[in-house]
């Protein structure tokens, strides 16, 4: 098993930064893949940035490319996201997952992010 932490959401303006984390604790060995997802309210949940343990491949989807940023640190079992230039779109419950080589997903509880003035 895979016990994942976020922590880093909170209220922001337009145009502001947050950086979420995520703190991921048991059976980490056999993770090959980190991302992070968010979920709007009535929205489905959708995979914001993901990076391979090995090697630290990185990819976005649209709507993050030159905003967000996604790092690991497989020495600290860490997962962190920097966003900067919030917009009020990006309003979501952002959730760490990491996948296990057997396709295993495990998900944390999610931190929300608001950005509104």
């Known amino acids: 098993q895979v016990q994942l932490v976020e922590s880093g959401g909170g209220l922001v303006q337009p145009g502001g930064s947050l950086r979420l984390s995520c703190a991921a604790s048991?059976?980490?060995?056999?993770?090959?893949?980190m991302a992070w997802y968010r979920q709007a309210p009535g929205k489905q949940r959708d995979v914001v940035a993901f990076?391979?343990?090995?090697?630290?491949?990185?990819n976005y989807a649209d709507s993050a490319k030159g905003r967000f940023t996604i790092s690991r640190d497989n020495a600290k079992n860490t997962l962190d996201l920097q966003m900067t230039s919030l917009k009020p779109e990006d309003t979501a419950i952002y959730y760490c997952n990491f996948r296990n080589r057997d396709l295993t997903d495990y998900w944390g509880q999610g931190t929300q992010v608001t950005v509104s003035a």
């Open positions: 048991g059976s980490i060995a056999s993770i090959y893949l």
């Open positions: 990076i391979s343990v090995s090697g630290g491949r990185t």
